[in-house]
């Protein structure tokens, strides 16, 4: 009698608890989207969301989002650390509506990969807006048809961009506000204003970006295309280096004009069919002297200082 009083005891006891204090939910380190998804779902193989944005809510910071079949999953806000990925072969779309942004990324401290989405703009104004975060990876993605901003990143961040496509954007890629940007193997094409940008930030930050074996082309050279230009605000410097780039079709194809203090360095790059080759008229512009400029109206503006390599 003893021992039945005590174990009623005790399992009253656990539904007490168990009434005040429900179990912690750990979330998914992986989970799906499908065309065939639903976002009342809990994201699981077998039940897939819909949508990137519910997906999100359901992965743990850290996580994944893995992609099913082919479908647009729509705008998605991340504060979490995640990765959404959709293999080769499968469409992931994400269509943007007027004033409207494809990818924010706002959670501090964040690292944030993306691969294999297409991010179009039906009167959007940014495909991916870094505003916050540690690191950003973009990788086999088109981002195009902006008013806007095809990338922004307004943090001190490291990005890095492979095998990407960026065009027809009023704007590129602009980076800023001290981050790293690295961009390889990629295409910036027929860009309306701004090709690859340093742009915006608090005075005393140093914005950088890297570029290699990159397509760079304005929207023709009647306009006012800019194609590679280090445009770093007062105060601020920014430097700018590529390697191995294609230039042509820019208004200005490489300028160096920082308001604040900035170097641009080219080397082994061709330059060709733009109105303006290089142009220097502030801070430092150097070439590695092979280079190979053809087919422009004026080759060089300003002073272009030769340096030798090692």
């Known amino acids: 009698m003893r021992r039945t009083c005590a174990l009623a005891t005790v399992a009253f006891a656990l539904s007490l608890f168990s009434a005040t204090e429900p179990l912690a939910v ?41 992609v099913l079949d082919s479908a647009g999953y729509g705008p998605v806000t991340i504060g979490q ?73 307004e943090t001190a961040a490291t990005v890095n961009i492979a095998e990407t496509v960026i065009r027809d954007n009023l704007y590129g890629i602009v980076v800023g506000f001290g981050a790293t940007a690295n961009i390889t193997n990629s295409q910036v ?65 490489i300028y160096n004009e920082p308001s604040g203090a900035g170097t641009m360095t080219v080397s082994n790059s061709m330059i060709s069919g733009n109105a303006y080759a290089f142009l220097q008229q502030t801070g430092t512009f150097n070439s590695l002297g092979n280079n190979h400029l053809s087919g422009n109206a004026n080759p060089n503006f300003g002073t272009i200082t030769i340096i030798g390599g090692q």
């Open 189 to 253: 094409i027929k860009s309306g204003f701004e090709g690859i940008e340093i742009f915006g930030g608090p005075p005393s930050a140093t914005t950088s970006i890297f570029i290699a074996d990159t397509l760079v082309t304005g929207s023709g050279t009647g306009g006012s295309t800019y194609c590679i230009d280090n445009y770093a605000v007062a105060g601020a410097t920014g430097n700018i280096s590529a390697t191995r780039v294609m230039v042509t079709g820019c208004t200005y194809a």
């Open 26 to 66: 750990v979330l998914p380190q992986r989970t799906f989207v499908a065309s065939f998804g639903n976002d009342g779902n809990p994201c699981s193989l077998t039940l897939p969301c819909r949508g990137f944005a519910a997906a999100v809510a359901q992965t743990i910071s850290g996580g994944e989002v893995i």
């Open 81 to 153: 650390s995640v990765s959404i990925i959709a293999p080769a072969g499968v469409y992931a779309g994400i269509s943007v509506p007027a004033s409207g942004t494809g990818v924010a990324i706002i959670g501090a401290g964040i690292a944030v990969v993306l691969r294999g989405l297409t991010i179009n703009s039906t009167g959007g104004s940014y495909g991916i807006r870094m505003a916050n975060g540690s690191e950003l990876n973009v990788e086999n993605c088109v981002i195009s048809n902006f008013n806007n901003f095809g990338l922004s990143i």
